[in-house]
């Protein structure tokens, strides 16, 4: 499974961007899909995730009311919407999916977007 995040780019505290991740596999049959992201001398954190079949969302309290979290299995995709960027939101971003395998599940991350946002 490959996954190709873009979206990515530089925009004012304030303002909104859409990630996307595009997947090589069909997004049906993943068990979670999810956002991360990393920040310059931070560890990574969790940002999103949502369950591919049911479409539950799980969100992160700092950025709860901010950022949604979609995805469209017709297509094999999944998106990001920030809203109310913020400095701190600066970070690369990175798309993950878990998807089931023969005895355990499988784990893939995509190359990164970076988002800046400039105060």
């Known amino acids: 499974v490959q996954l190709v995040e873009s979206g990515g780019g530089l925009v004012q505290a304030g303002g909104s961007l859409r990630l996307s991740c595009a997947t090589s596999?069909?997004?049906?049959?993943?068990?979670?899909m999810g956002w991360y992201r990393q920040a310059p001398g931070k560890q990574r954190e969790f940002v999103a995730d949502?369950?591919?079949?049911?479409?539950?969302?799980n969100i992160a309290d700092s950025v709860k009311g901010r950022f949604t979290i979609s995805r469209d299995n017709a297509k094999n995709m999944m998106y990001l919407q920030m809203n109310s960027l913020k400095p701190e939101d600066t970070a690369v971003y990175y798309c993950?999916?878990?998807?089931?395998?023969?005895?355990?599940?499988?784990?893939?991350w995509g190359q990164g977007t970076q988002v800046t946002v400039s105060s």
């Open positions: 993950k999916a878990n998807v089931p395998g023969l005895a355990y599940a499988h784990t893939y």
């Open positions: 596999g069909s997004t049906v049959s993943f068990i979670t």
């Open positions: 949502i369950k591919s079949l049911s479409g539950t969302t």
